[in-house]
């Protein structure tokens, strides 16, 4: 096997060893990165919706309070208000979601799904838990959910939550007697859950990926070519000159030039020592024919 071809070997493995290791950590951080964008985009559509909720709390709540107590007004709760501005931010994009789910809703449209149920389960299971990031995978990609729960901290809740009866009659006729009640105090009734779709980020995480290896790749070409350029004229051709002088040598044509030696490197003092070898050989034939 060729010198030349040896070394484009070994370079080339080396290569694919470095692209290897250089890719698996490159799709991590990429990876990362997107998630982590995905991320802070679902932490400002949940800021959002909590704002919302306060806004409608502090704001418009008692503003409607007198209408309220003879007719039941969906606008001065805060789950319907931060829900509809959410409905109308789906329309523009209709694969970020914001749910305020509830495993006993007043209102039969926040129940929760199965997925759903099990985000609000996680929290049941640890009372210390504010927040829950998770994925699942949907016909559309991955999806990031980000959800808070609903822990019920205020007996203020349980005037409208805790029997029908209690229950003010405006919101009864609304919504009937059969949803919403039995709530206790520090339990978790449901969830905020935000969904993030993450496969535009992955998509844009993977061509950067696919923009960098083919920049290293490139990058080895160049680097690849202009060595062997160097191999062939520092190392091959000197080589090659010598093997041919030390052939015509051995031939016997002891009128042979000297091996011109440029440099100091491993290659010029092989020729140096080409070239004693040759005088020495040179000697040694004289003294035998005399």
């Known amino acids: 096997m060729r010198l ?77 208000a931060a829900q509809t501005v959410a409905r109308t931010i789906e329309r523009s994009f209709p694969a970020y979601a914001y749910k305020e789910a509830a495993l006993n809703p007043t209102n039969p449209s926040d129940r929760a799904t199965d997925w759903e149920t099990d985000i609000i389960g996680i929290f049941r299971r640890d009372p210390a838990l504010v927040e829950h990031v998770g994925e699942r995978m949907t016909p559309a990609g991955p999806v990031l959910t980000f959800a808070r729960p609903f822990r019920i901290t205020d007996r203020g809740c349980l005037t409208c939550h805790s029997t029908p009866s209690a229950a003010p009659a405006p919101m009864i006729e609304l919504y009937g007697p059969g949803n919403g009640f039995g709530w206790q105090m520090g339990e978790v009734i449901g969830a905020q859950i935000v969904s993030v779709p993450m496969q535009v980020p992955l998509d844009r995480a993977n061509t950067q990926l696919l923009s960098l290896l083919l920049s290293l790749g490139t990058v080895f070409l160049v680097m690849l070519v202009l060595l062997n350029i160097l191999l062939d004229l520092v190392v091959i051709r000197p080589i090659q000159r010598m093997t041919a002088s030390a052939e015509r040598v051995a031939a016997g044509g002891m009128e042979e030039a000297e091996f011109v030696v440029r440099g100091k490197d491993e290659i010029a003092s092989l020729g140096r020592s080409f070239n004693l070898m040759r005088r020495s050989l040179a000697n040694a034939m004289r003294l035998l024919d005399s």
């Open 4 to 80: 030349r071809l040896k070394f484009n070997l070994v370079m080339v493995g080396a290569f694919l060893v470095g692209l290897t290791i250089a890719a698996l950590f490159a799709r991590d951080i990429a990876e990362g990165t997107a998630r982590s964008q995905v991320l802070q985009e679902a932490s400002l559509l949940m800021q959002q919706a909590t704002a919302v909720r306060a806004y409608t709390a502090s704001e418009v709540a008692p503003l409607l309070a007198e209408q309220s107590a003879t007719r039941f007004l969906p606008h001065t709760v805060p789950s319907w």
